[in-house]
């Protein structure tokens, strides 16, 4: 076992207090760090990426559970606490020094599949997992993504239709994916405390329906819920076919996107797909 200091002494040790301005809000609990760990499965020899790891309170949990790691961290600061985590587990840690956003991940990742574990920013961390669903490629290169958000997002991210929180970033996570509420994380647990709760999302690729490019769903969420209290033949109106795809499904068109299950937008898309 490593005989690192708690993540605690780290922190004050090189004078990491948390920056606002790059919405830092540390987690500190090693039990909850392994919890969170643990949440994909099995780490042992499993690549994973790390975004935001900031002193590395995560990433200790991960190497402990023998994965292979690669961090993207945007803060200098970060970096000399992150190199004795990459001396304590000798050949495991890869720091990248740089914006999440800017870079390639499957190309940092040598082309091999990895598991995801994050927690970020609110916006950057919609951002990167808006980007990690989309594209036509599926499987994508990631086994899975375990990622904090603040409670509410998570909560959009797995609800259903006929709800308030459903919309785009619900349909975008559960066609061609499994999307879970893992954890429940309270505000107290971060240091220093952000004002609303948060909760951890995991969530693996399912196969991807048949006939279905990503674009044309992609077009078709972005346009419903563009306008979700429009009835669908309005919203839709932008979109080409649209309204002769749903006549041809028998989806009223005087429903909102709200109502409209992921399994009819899949349809939906298929339809307007070979009407093209
Ligand atoms: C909420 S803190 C979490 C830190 C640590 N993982 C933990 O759980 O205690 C978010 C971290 O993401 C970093 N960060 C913010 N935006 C980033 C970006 N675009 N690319 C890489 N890291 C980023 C911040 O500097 C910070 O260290």
């Given at each position: ?7 605690r002494e780290?922190i004050?040790?090189?004078g990491?207090s948390?920056s606002?301005?790059?919405g830092?809000?540390?987690?500190l609990?090693?039990q909850?760090l392994?919890?969170i760990?643990?949440?994909p499965g099995?780490l042992?020899g499993a690549?994973v990426?790390e975004v935001?790891?900031g ?11 023998g994965a ?8 200098a600061r970060?970096l000399?606490?992150l ?6 587990f ?9 914006d999440?956003?800017k ?10 599949p ?6 970020l920013p609110?916006n ?9 669903l ?5 499987p994508p290169q990631?086994l899975?993504?375990?990622l ?5 997002v998570a ?5 259903k ?9 619900a349909?975008l996570a559960q066609?061609r ?6 954890m429940?994380?309270?505000r107290?647990a971060?240091?220093p405390?952000p004002k609303?709760?948060?909760?951890i999302?995991?969530v693996?690729?399912?196969?991807a ?11 078709l ?10 009835m ?7 979109v080409?076919?649209?309204c002769e ?9 005087t ?8 399994a009819e937008f899949?349809a939906?898309?298929?339809?307007l797909?070979?009407?093209?």
């Open positions: 076992m490593d005989d690192l200091p708690p993540i780290t004050a040790r090189h990491l948390a606002k301005a790059l830092q809000n540390f987690l609990d090693e909850l392994n919890r760990a643990a949440l099995d042992a690549n990426l935001g790891p002193p590395g309170g995560l990433t200790r949990a991960l190497l402990r559970a292979k790691v690669t961090a993207i961290e945007m803060d970060c000399p606490a190199e004795e985590l990459s001396e304590a000798p050949g495991q840690l890869t720091v990248i020094h740089g999440a956003m870079l390639d991940h499957g190309a940092i990742m040598g082309g091999a990895f598991h995801v574990l994050s927690n609110y950057v961390g919609t951002a990167l997992f808006v980007k990690w989309s594209g036509e490629n599926w990631w899975s993504l375990t904090m958000f603040q409670r509410e909560e959009r991210i797995v609800s239709e006929n709800t308030s929180a459903y919309g785009r970033l349909v066609w994916s499994s999307a879970k509420l893992a429940k994380v309270h107290s971060f240091t405390p609303v709760m948060s909760a999302v995991h693996t690729p399912a196969d329906p048949e006939g279905v490019p990503a674009r044309t769903l992609e077009r969420t972005e346009a419903a819920f563009g306008q979700r209290r429009k669908l033949r309005q919203s839709l109106k932008g080409p076919g649209a795809a749903l006549s041809s499904l028998g989806i009223d068109e429903r909102r996107a709200e109502t409209l299950s992921v899949v939906l898309a298929r339809t797909n070979t009407l093209r």
